[in-house]
């Protein structure tokens, strides 16, 4: 089992910027990816950033929609991963979730945060 608990977020300013972190715990040695979903009211969730391999020196994978404002981070002495928000805007507006994957045997697991508000406005 892997443990997801999630900080930051909140208001911010067209143009400002937000800090979230997720603090993983729990089997972290078997998690693939790891990263940020949103979701905004009457839409699907939608990757954000992501690891595409925590444990080692993987790459990271992008929505286009952020690219150049948000930067995806990891500590992983705290086995913690932040998202940098830059230049938000009123339609990054949503709840955003950590999300983080492993494969046990040939069966993957997903385990989510419990979300945190982002709202962008003046």
């Known amino acids: 089992q892997v443990q997801l608990v999630e900080s930051g977020g909140g208001l911010a300013q067209p143009g400002g910027s937000l800090r979230l972190s997720c603090a993983a715990s729990g089997s972290i040695f078997s998690i693939n990816r790891m990263g940020w979903y949103r979701q905004a009211p009457g839409k699907q969730r939608e990757l954000v950033a992501t690891?595409?391999?925590?444990?080692?020196?993987?790459?990271?994978n992008y929505a286009d929609s952020v690219k150049g404002r948000f930067t995806i981070s990891r500590d992983n002495a705290k086995s913690t991963v932040y998202l940098q928000m830059n230049s938000l805007k009123p339609e990054d507006t949503a709840v955003y979730y950590c999300?983080?994957?492993?494969?046990?045997?040939?069966?993957?697991?997903?385990?989510w945060g419990q979300g945190t508000q982002v709202t962008v406005s003046s």
């Open positions: 690891f595409t391999s925590f444990t080692s020196s993987g790459s990271t």
């Open positions: 999300h983080a994957d492993r494969w046990v045997a040939a069966n993957q697991y997903h385990y």
